[in-house]
């Protein structure tokens, strides 16, 4: 008898498992994967607050960034830049594994190559069923926490639902040429209703990647033949990886005996399909709940609701501004992209708003609700600040 049953471990299940297990909890991790550190079709870009809260060794860090251009279709671009690194682009895989080992190290058990056929719970605990390579196996445990990814079918089979709405991601590692700050593209032709980008990742190396509503892969080869004709890119150093990234949250992440984080929750930006930062924060919700509940040895879902509350006060209405501008945004022609990079240069908006305070890297809904306020966007986007507002202000009552 475990006291929780992790199912998935990645940064988000690893993480829980080491904080966890920190606290003297019996902690399983159960993996499909023969080890951690699979995932590569994520760019690993992240903040400086979410650099701090990872446990990790800076030989992963691949890059740090203080400037970027964006690029309107037509190719002009708007280039932001800061005194001091706002980002630090990551060894994905790198990252994974070695939150993974801390965890172990802080006393987690982990089961590589495990596949998790169901999840069976009862009053008295919770049963994991699955297969390894010597046959079926079982697992029991007075909690269990879903960090399987999105897309997972566990939410689904246990009463939860599913996430609907979901952007799709290819990337692939290149030989890049002189390029020192990362790069964003627009364009229906090379990502329709999101974006591309270019990251360095040292030593020559970068990352050249875009999401899009379905089928990547014919538009990350018009984006890698696009780069190589620029001469930004001289040779593609791997296999295209791809991903999907669930762009609404999950309804309800918690029920009797269990607790959902991280992509399995949806806790991810729908600006940028980021959810390395969101993952973090919510695990540590996670954390404190479980500990409590085994404390007060009460696994119920009203019990457990607590955690869903806590994230959702902090991130609800983050997510829902971010989703509503990216829903404004796909909506938009190539032209009218163009239009709206005309403004914002002319008036330098950019400019101004990198000079608040208040505009981070992982937060966007200050960001969104600044640009539309200008009023030489008020009347561009007039409809969008009027919906943006008035579900700001909604979230704001709830």
């Keep these: 008898m475990y006291d929780v049953i992790i199912v998935g471990a990645g940064i988000a299940g690893s993480y829980t498992a080491g904080k966890l297990a920190g606290q003297g909890l019996r902690v399983c991790v159960l993996e499909k994967n023969a080890h951690a550190g699979h995932k590569s079709s994520c760019t690993g870009i992240v903040s400086r607050d979410c650099f701090e809260l990872l446990p990790v060794d800076t030989r992963i860090v691949q890059w740090q960034a203080r400037s970027a251009k964006i690029f309107s279709p037509s190719g002009k671009y708007?280039?932001?830049?800061?005194?001091?690194?706002?980002?630090?682009?990551?060894?994905?895989?790198?990252?994974?594994?070695?939150?993974?080992?801390?965890?172990?190290?802080?006393?987690?058990?982990?089961?590589?190559?495990?596949?998790?056929?169901?999840?069976?719970?009862?009053?008295?605990?919770?049963?994991?069923?699955?297969?390894?390579?010597?046959?079926?196996?079982?697992?029991?445990?007075?909690?269990?926490?879903?960090?399987?990814?999105?897309?997972?079918?566990?939410?689904?089979?246990?009463?939860?639902?599913?996430?609907?709405?979901?952007?799709?991601?290819?990337?692939?590692?290149?030989?890049?040429?002189?390029?020192?700050?990362?790069?964003v593209y627009s364009g229906t032709d090379i990502a329709p209703g999101f974006f591309a980008w270019l990251v360095p990742a040292g030593a020559g190396r970068a990352k050249a990647g875009l999401l899009c509503r379905n089928n990547p892969g014919p538009y990350i080869k018009i984006l890698l033949e696009h780069l190589q004709q620029q001469g930004k890119i001289e040779a593609v150093r791997s296999n295209i990886s791809?991903?999907?990234?669930?762009?609404?949250p999950l309804a309800r992440t918690y029920a009797d005996r269990l607790i959902v984080i991280g992509d399995a929750a949806g806790q991810v930006k729908p600006t940028t399909g980021g959810g390395i930062y969101f993952g973090l924060l919510c695990a540590r919700i996670a954390v404190g709940t479980i500990c409590d509940t085994i404390k007060n040895n009460n696994f119920s879902a009203r019990n457990l609701s607590v955690y869903q509350k806590k994230w959702h006060e902090m991130l609800k209405r983050e997510l829902a501004i971010d989703y509503w501008a990216h829903k404004f945004y796909r909506k938009l022609s190539d032209r009218q992209i163009e239009h709206i990079f005309d403004i914002i240069e002319h008036h330098s908006i950019h400019e101004s708003l990198l000079a608040s305070p208040d505009?981070?890297?992982?937060?966007?809904?200050?960001?969104?609700?600044?640009?539309?306020?200008?009023?030489?966007l008020d009347k561009s986007l007039g409809k969008l600040n009027l919906r943006l507002a008035s579900h700001s202000n909604n979230s704001k009552r709830r």
Aim: no cysteine; glycine share 8%.
């Design 359 to 376: 505009i981070t890297f992982d937060w966007h809904s200050n960001v969104i609700l600044d640009a539309i306020k200008h009023r030489s």
């Design 242 to 248: 791809y991903g999907a990234v669930p762009l609404k």
């Design 78 to 183: 708007i280039r932001v830049e800061r005194e001091t690194t706002q980002a630090y682009i990551l060894d994905r895989p790198a990252l994974d594994l070695s939150i993974a080992k801390q965890a172990e190290a802080s006393g987690a058990e982990f089961h590589f190559s495990t596949y998790v056929s169901g999840i069976h719970k009862d009053a008295k605990s919770v049963r994991v069923q699955g297969s390894d390579k010597n046959g079926q196996v079982s697992f029991e445990s007075k909690v269990v926490v879903i960090a399987s990814g999105f897309g997972t079918s566990f939410t689904k089979a246990l009463g939860l639902g599913q996430i609907n709405e979901y952007a799709q991601g290819a990337q692939v590692e290149v030989v890049n040429k002189d390029i020192e700050e990362v790069e």
